[in-house]
């Protein structure tokens, strides 16, 4: 029995494994691809058959509260969109609102605004881009967007 007990833990040796890792780093030049899209502008027509409209929505007090955090910027926009597809309109011009706690436990977001639809739609041009420059304040992104699509005109 000893004999058999010396031979079965001769068999039974660990194995020794060997782990290697390696890393290096060499120079790269990184390529970097960039896109650039020559922005639209596009004129708002308001709906004057419409005229002003008024929208209510009735909120609980869970959906506002959790699901959109309570941000009453989040909540607006949430009623806005709501507005529009009601409206069916692209756009709900000078909004105002009213967002208030209701009799149900929940909330009431109160839009009154105009139903507007884009119309024209098409590329801008430098004279687009001048006006907007000459009302703007720009960053230094900014800048570098803009000068990104600007094209050079000739005085020919």
């Keep these: 029995m000893t004999a058999m007990l010396f031979a079965v833990s001769s068999f039974a040796q660990k194995t020794t494994t060997t782990y290697r890792y390696e890393d290096t780093q060499a120079r790269a030049l990184d390529m970097v691809a960039k896109g650039y899209v020559k922005p639209l502008t596009v004129e708002v027509k308001v709906d004057a ?41 692209d756009i709900i011009v000078a909004p105002t609102f009213h967002l208030f706690t209701n009799e149900k436990g929940g ?50």
């Design 49 to 89: 058959t419409k005229g002003r409209q008024h929208f209510s929505y009735d909120m609980a007090k869970d959906f506002v509260e959790i699901d959109m955090k309570g941000d009453v910027y989040n909540v607006r926009s949430y009623g806005l969109f709501k507005a529009t597809d009601e409206a069916k309109c």
């Design 107 to 156: 909330y009431t977001l109160e839009i009154v605004g105009f139903a507007g639809n884009f119309i024209n739609w098409r590329t801008m041009s430098n004279e687009d881009l001048q006006w907007i420059n000459s009302t703007q304040v720009h960053t230094t992104g900014d800048r570098q967007q803009i000068d990104a699509v600007l094209k050079p005109t000739s005085n020919k």
